[in-house]
Nanobody, 126 residues
Framework: QVQLVESGGGLVQAGGSLRVSCAASGRTLSSYVMGWFRQAPGKEREFVAAISWSGGSTYYADSVKGRFTISRDYAKNAVYLQINSLKPEDTAVYYC???????????????????WGQGTQVTVSS
């Protein structure tokens, strides 16, 4: 089992930056694809970013390309999402997720991931 705990969310003004973190316990994340998803009120959970188990490949939703950066720290068994140039439409609960042997074509699909955190709220004021 993998337990994931997100942190780092908060209230930020538009144009600001934030880094959300995901700490894992139970197993090392070194063999897992890690993803970030978000869910705004009344909307479905949507893919934000993912990073391969090796860290060599990253994937982003078009809406966040150039503003968000996903990274992972194997020593700390953690994954991060650096969020820059925040917009009010980025307001959502941000979730990290872990999965093994996820094909690239499935990397944006929530159902491809096995473990989820409880989420951290990011609120962007205009």
């Amino acid at each position: 089992q993998v337990q994931l705990v997100e942190s780092g969310g908060g209230l930020v003004q538009a144009g600001g930056s934030l880094r959300v973190s995901c700490a894992a316990s139970g197993r090392t994340l070194s063999s897992y694809v890690m993803g970030w998803f978000r869910q705004a009120p009344g909307k479905e959970r949507e893919f934000v970013a993912a990073i391969s188990w090796s860290g060599g490949s990253t994937y982003y939703a078009d809406s966040v390309k150039g503003r968000f950066t996903i990274s992972r720290d194997y020593a700390k068994n953690a994954v991060y999402l650096q969020i820059n140039s925040l917009k009010p439409e980025d307001t959502a609960v941000y979730y990290c997720a872990a999965g093994q042997r996820i094909a690239v074509v499935a990397i944006t699909r929530p159902e491809a991931y096995d473990y989820w955190g409880q989420g951290t709220q990011v609120t962007v004021s205009s």
